[in-house]
Nanobody, 118 residues
Framework: QVQLVESGGGLVQAGGSLRLSCSAS????????MGWYRQAPGKQRELVAK???????NYADSVKGRFTISGDNAKNQVYLQMNSLKPEDTAVYYC????????????WGQGTQVSVSS
């Protein structure tokens, strides 16, 4: 079993910053990648950023230059530093992990709300 715990969401004014954290625990042999996705009301869930165990990163075009993903392999944690937030960044942000845990597993966190006021 793999469990994810997210923290760091909240309400911020446009131009502000937030930092999301996600910690994976359980019977994990290795983590291949961790990432952040978001889902706004009435929209599909979309990739925000992801990072592999080797440190390769991938970002949605809409957040490039504003958001930074980083990870701590020793702690099985991933972080998302969000700067210059815009109202259109408002969404529920979900952490995702792809790990080897009795086989290849993809697990989602419970989600954390990020709201950006104009």
């Amino acid at each position: 079993q793999v469990q994810l715990v997210e923290s760091g969401g909240g309400l911020v004014q446009a131009g502000g910053s937030l930092r999301l954290s996600c910690s994976a625990s359980g019977s994990i042999s290795s983590i291949l990648a961790m990432g952040w996705y978001r889902q706004a009301p009435g929209k599909q869930r979309e990739l925000v950023a992801k990072i592999t165990s080797g440190g390769s990163t991938n970002y949605a075009d809409s957040v490039k230059g504003r958001f930074t993903i980083s990870g701590d392999n020793a702690k099985n944690q991933v972080y998302l530093q969000m700067n210059s937030l815009k109202p259109e960044d408002t969404a529920v942000y979900y952490c995702n992990v792809v790990a080897v845990s009795g086989g290849l597993r993809s697990r989602w966190g419970q989600g954390t709300q990020v709201s950006v006021s104009s």
